[in-house]
Every structure is written in structure tokens, then in C-alpha cells.
């Protein structure tokens, strides 16, 4: 499975029950009895409900982008890598499905965990830029009047996808066991090291920006004085439900992370005691890898479409297709009246007029931004 895999790798010559040479012993067998049935169906579950999630949020936030809308930027680009990552869980569930035996090819194991590992990661950190844009337009409203632009935010996204594709890109360079696909790696000082980082700079920061900018913000709400108290509740829910969201998705997987990088430190480099140890932890750790991709269809919940100008718009868009659609269905019988006035010996009257053209509605311009807030 993706996520325990690392850009360093030290083969080993031995084989350790009948695993290749570079896997620790992690009783795959017993994992596959009691816990690949839960993956695949996860697995399938964030796929069906993330492609539709993701695709609508994309056309929503592109809409209010369009319109000159700066938090639209960071929801946009979030969206595009949800969708690119979860067009891959399949992949995954075939993996999984076939006694964790990749069959699809060397390149397409390393495209699919490249594409895994940016997604962890440029969704955290958009996901932090989000929580900051947010801040400052609430928290710092007029001082931030002016100074926030379009522009800051798509290079902030272009700097994010292109720091992560480049700090992930070693992966094309590993050599992947055979019939394998990024399993457990034997520990070394490198790969601990780069857990370490992870979980710091991966997890840790990004989590405490994200509580303190949703902190300051609910606070800033509860001190306005034009909301309502529905309003200001709304508001708290929010803020906790994006802290909530985040641990729950990203913190077991990362824990287990930090555990496995101590365990080798406390073990001193002890391949036996390390090995064993990673075992134990295996299960836990493909469960929590595979929670972190509920994340996918999380966001466009909780900053999107749970918004009640999304639900609008999406209720906007619904209607302007049914009227476009009613309007066609008359068009049509009125062509086919016609048609059939032709063929008959009688002269059409020269005031006779033709029906208007019906055209399909057009991206709808909406007359209010997305909301910047959480109101």
C-alpha cells in the first residue's frame, strides 16, 4: 500500500518468510482475512461519492473564481487534486483485491503512489492556505481590504503543487519489489529521518494553523455584533468540524508515522526488534493510510456545497436546465407542427413569425461571491 513507502530504500539481501528481500514480515495473509474486505469497500465509497463531490465543487468554485473570488482559488485547486487522486483508488482496490499483488505494471504503481503521496500533502497545505485566506478576511477585514488578490492565490497553489510534485518526484527512482507495490520498507536512519519530517512539517504545523486561524476566527464572529446567534452557531460548527475533519483523517496515519521512527531510534537500528515491530503496527497502519482518503470527500462538504450559496446555485443550475429543457420540448413540437403545415395546400399568412431560438443556459452569473467567511 501507498504512504509507508519512502524515496530511500535499502534492499536486503535475505528473504524474511518467504516476503522479497526489501518488505518486513507483515502477516499479509491475516490482514487479508479480517481487514481487506473494510478497505476495498472505503476505498470504493470515496470513489463513487468523491468523483461527484469534487466535480461539482470544481465547477462551483470555478464559477466564483471566475468572478474575481479569491478563497475560489484555493477550493479550485484543491478539488483538481481530489479528483485526480480518487480517479486512482481503483488501482488501489484491484491491488488489494488481488492479495496486495500489483499486476498492472512497474511505471502505472509508481504514477498511482506518486499521485497519492502529492494528494496527502498539497491538500494539507491548501488546506492551511484556505484556513489563513479565511482569517484574514474575517479577523482582519479592513486591513486585508485591498491586499488580497487573485493573483497571490494562484501562485501560493502553483508553489504548493510544485514543492510537494518535486519533494515526491524520488519516487520514480525507487526499485519496487516485484508483484509489490510501495509495501513496508526495512526502517533506516534515512527513512526515519524522513518520517520525523513528515509528521513535523507534513502534519504538526499545518495542524496548529489550522486550529489557531479557525480559533481567532470563531472568535472574531462571537464578538460581531450583526450576526444572530444561529448565525454565530453556524460559525462554530464549522470551525469545528474543519478541526475535526483534519484529526480524524490525517492524525492516526501520521501517529503511526512518528511511532515507527521512535520504535527504530529506541531499538537502535535492530532489524529483528524493528521488523517485528513494524508487523504489529501493519494492519493499523493500511487502515489509517486508507482513513485519510475520507479527507477526499470531506472538503467539498465542509467548505463547498454545505454553504448555502453552493445550495443555491446548485438549485439555480437545476432549474435553469429544467426551464431550458421544458423550453426545447415546445420548440420541438412546434418545428414538427410546422413541418407538417407544409405539407398541406394552404398559404402560411405573411405575418406568420418564427419561434424564438432556445438556447441552452450558459454559466450563470451569480450576483454574490462565495462566501468568504463561515457565515
Known sequence: MPGNATPVASPVPQTISGLPAGLCNASFASFHESSSMVLVVVYSMVCALGLPANCLTAWLTLLQALQGNVLAVYLFCLALCELLYVSTLPLWVIYI?????????????????????CNIYISILLLCCISCDRFLAVVYALESRGRRHQRTAILVSVCVFVTVGLAYYPVFDMEVEKDSCFEPMRMNEKIAGYHYARFAVGFAIPLCTIAFTNHRIFRSIKLSMGLTAAQKTKVKHSA??????????????HVVLLVKAASFSYYRGDRVAV?????????????????????????????VLATDHSRQEVSRIQKGWKKWSAKTEVTKLTHSK??????????????????????????????????????
Open 97 to 117: 483485491r488481488n492479495q496486495h499483488r500489483w499486476t498492472l505494471g512497474t511505471q502505472a504503481c509508481k504514477a498511482a503512489a506518486y499521485i497519492f503521496f
Open 338 to 375: 410546422d413541418s407538417e403545415e407544409m405539407h398541406l395546400p394552404v398559404v402560411l399568412a405573411d405575418g406568420c413569425t418564427m419561434p424564438p431560438t432556445v438556447n441552452p443556459p450558459g454559466p450563470p452569473h451569480p450576483s454574490e461571491r462565495l462566501v468568504e467567511e463561515s457565515c
Open 240 to 253: 469545528i468540524a474543519v478541526v475535526v475533519i483534519f484529526l480524524v483523517c490525517f492524525a492516526p496515519y
Open 275 to 303: 521488523c517485528a515491530f513494524e508487523a504489529s503496527l501493519y494492519t493499523a497502519s493500511v487502515v489509517f493510510l486508507c482513513l485519510s482518503t475520507v479527507n477526499s470527500v470531506a472538503d467539498p462538504i465542509i467548505y
